[in-house]
């Protein structure tokens, strides 16, 4: 699971097409990978610990699945 440093719960991080609160948000997948390919420490500060690439790719994964299942 990816999670955010409490003190950043409440900023706003534009990215995936909506402005919400980053502790509010289901898609940190997402921005940790946006940190990850661009370097920036700026967001990569943000978390808690920083995910793998590899643990992007799983959580990714599963949330697919979930939503292939969920089609049915």
């Known amino acids: 699971m990816i999670s955010i440093?409490?003190?950043y719960k409440k900023k706003v991080?534009?990215?995936n097409g909506s402005a919400t609160p980053i502790g509010e948000r289901d898609d940190l997948e997402i921005?940790?990978?946006i940190g990850?390919?661009?370097g920036d420490e700026s967001i990569l500060t943000l978390f808690k610990k920083v995910p793998t690439q590899?643990?992007?790719d799983s959580i990714k994964a599963k949330k697919l699945?979930?939503?292939f299942?969920?089609?049915k």
Request: cysteine-free.
């Open 31 to 33: 921005l940790a990978e």
């Open 69 to 71: 299942k969920s089609e």
């Open 54 to 56: 590899e643990e992007i």
């Open 13 to 15: 991080v534009g990215f």
């Open 36 to 38: 990850l390919r661009s």
């Open 65 to 67: 699945i979930e939503e």
């Open 5 to 7: 440093k409490e003190k």
